[in-house]
């Protein structure tokens, strides 16, 4: 599902081009299959339902709960950002909607 955009694997095939929405985490940076994607939208406090580990909680998005993966600290970078800082990029999988925590958006990129 996520992929560092040094190392995209997994190209369509028959000249297809896979379309990554791309997103920071510290210094690097990352992309999703934008047909995952559903949404990115600015991270603050109140949607934080709780923090179950260091990695990650739940969150409400539109009256939704739904997983949350804290990729900073995932990654091994700082603690969760202070309202105002970082996004929330909403994707699915296997059906179920699920919240990356994110630095900050980048651009869609095709990747031929």
């Known amino acids: 599902m996520l992929l560092p955009i040094q190392r995209v694997v997994g190209m369509p095939e028959q000249g297809g081009a896979l379309r990554l929405i791309c997103f920071r985490v510290g ?8 047909m995952r994607a559903r949404e990115v939208i600015p991270f603050k406090k109140d949607v934080l339902i709780s923090v179950a580990t ?15 993966y804290n990729l900073r600290e995932q990654f091994g970078y700082v603690s969760l950002p202070e ?12 059906g179920q909607d699920r919240a990356l925590l994110v630095d900050r958006p980048d651009r869609v990129r095709s990747m031929n």
């Open 54 to 68: 260091s990695q990650g909680g739940l969150v409400t998005v539109r009256g939704a709960i739904m997983p949350l």
């Open 83 to 94: 309202e105002g800082d970082g996004c929330l990029v909403i994707v699915r999988v296997r």
């Open 27 to 34: 210094h690097d940076l990352y992309g999703v299959d934008i």
